[in-house]
């Protein structure tokens, strides 16, 4: 089993999760973060860490966001690793409160 970065995440990427992954995971894209599938221990660090609880694992990720099991792995090849904690964007707090943006996903 694995953990997912899901919906929440979107526009808000916080990165606190990335200062607690003991093997350096999660994946940087453009406005939110993913975890690889691959590199990931399941050591359920990150999920606590989340600010906007978007980490589930594999088994718990929602019913509406089954598709970002998959997303996450896709993203994974394509993103550069994230290795230390990074400043939130200036506007991630006003995110945060918004539920669905699935579509403002970039690749």
């Not at 906007?52 to 896709?74: K, M, S, Y």
Request: glycine letters at 0%; aromatic letters at 6%; charged letters at 30%.
């Amino acid at each position: 089993m694995t953990y997912v970065v899901t919906e929440s995440c979107i526009k808000c990427k916080y990165t606190d999760c990335v200062d607690v992954c003991p093997v350096d995971c999660f994946r940087e894209g453009p406005n939110m973060l993913a975890i690889d599938p691959d590199e990931c221990i399941d050591c359920t660090l990150c999920v606590a860490e989340c600010p906007v609880e978007a980490i589930f694992a594999e088994d718990d990720v929602p019913p509406a966001q089954r598709e970002f099991i998959a997303l996450n792995a896709e993203l994974a090849k394509l993103w550069e690793p994230l290795v230390e904690r990074k400043p939130a964007p200036a506007d991630a707090d006003e995110w945060a409160q918004v539920k669905e943006k699935k579509q403002l996903i970039e690749r």
